[in-house]
């Protein structure tokens, strides 16, 4: 198993060339810009975003929808992570729960959630309840897809020998399923924790009081093009800053895994 990682000098050059071509791209984004003489209005300067940033933190109008945006996001990654979780294990242990239950969880996940967000803002009110819930379905199944393959990973003879030695069915899952699914496990709650962004501004766009996808929706209806940016610019982050959250819980707790070198520098 491969386990050699990047020393300093190797993360300072990538840290260097990433920051460069960022660099590269906000010059070639503002001279382009200026080249064609594009309108603010259908796209604006990255100056013109900076001020829309800096105005929207410096008054505070960003920190009170973020905090809302936030709560929605962890609180609906949570629900549908840890259920996600138990009935993928509910699933990939016991077969008639895979012959009753996995057609209907297909179903349902087929179903776009931006066609059925409206039902369940209906049902929870405009409130955070429906975001949390959209967010909980959409981070639902990569979580409790990638749970039942890494449950179904654990090598053969490694439960057969578990078997053998009269250990119980707790046991084996305990001792043999679980750690082997692990890496699966946080591969489908980083995927997760991405789409829980996703999730929750998809609920705001549908219905809401606040957050910065209520306030995405204001700066829409006012045609102020940069501070769309501005506040897509803050999704980013909070989308990098939970990636990378993620990726080093899983590190710590599955630290004999292979890793491999994340492109955020996590």
Known sequence: MNTSRPNKTNRRV?????????????VAWQVGISAFDVSPLLFPTPVGVAKALWSGVRTGEFAVHFGVTLYEILAGFGIGAIAGFVLGALIGQVYWAEVMLYPYVVAFQ???????APLFVVWFGFGVASKIVITATIVFFPVLAN???GLRSAPADLVDLMTAMTASRWQVFRMVRIPHALTYIFAGLDIGIVLAVIGAIVGEFVGAQAGLGYLILQRNFSMDTPGVFAILIVLSLIGIGLHALVAAIGRRVIFWAETTVDPTGA
């Open 14 to 26: 990538e840290r260097l060339t990433v920051g460069a071509f960022f660099v590269f791209v906000i």
């Open 110 to 116: 087929t179903m776009p959630k931006v066609a059925i």
């Open 147 to 149: 749970t039942i393959v």
